[in-house]
Nanobody
Framework: QVRLVESGGGLVQAGGSLRLSCAASGRTVSRYTMGWFRQAPGKEREFVAALIWSGITTMYADSVKGRFTISRDNAKNIVFLQMNGLKPEDTAMYYC?????????????????WGQGTQVTVSS
């Protein structure tokens, strides 16, 4: 059974940083594409970042490019999302997800397992 557990969210002032973690069990993060999505109240879930199974290629939403970095620790089977230069518009529930396909995707329906989310709130 695949389980993803996010942590690291919280309240931070604009310009601050947070590092989200996604601990995976039942799936080796180095063998699957891993992604981060977010959903703000009243809005649709949107893609944030993804890391292909090989670890070579990453993809980011334009809104976070240059500020967020996705990475992983293969030994601990954890995926991270380092978020710097946070803005109030980054406020959302952040979800970790895993994709059984080998390709890199920003489409939520390509991801078959999801965590429960961690809340990020950025104050102005």
């Amino acid at each position: 059974q695949v389980r993803l557990v996010e942590s690291g969210g919280g309240l931070v002032q604009a310009g601050g940083s947070l590092r989200l973690s996604c601990a995976a069990s039942g799936r080796t993060v180095s063998r699957y594409t891993m992604g981060w999505f977010r959903q703000a109240p009243g809005k649709e879930r949107e893609f944030v970042a993804a890391l292909i199974w090989s670890g070579i290629t990453t993809m980011y939403a334009d809104s976070v490019k240059g500020r967020f970095t996705i990475s992983r620790d293969n030994a601990k089977n954890i995926v991270f999302l380092q978020m710097n230069g946070l803005k109030p518009e980054d406020t959302a529930m952040y979800y970790c997800a895993t994709d059984s396909n080998v390709s890199l995707s920003k489409l939520a329906y390509d991801y078959d397992y999801w965590g429960q989310g961690t809340q990020v709130t950025v104050s102005s």
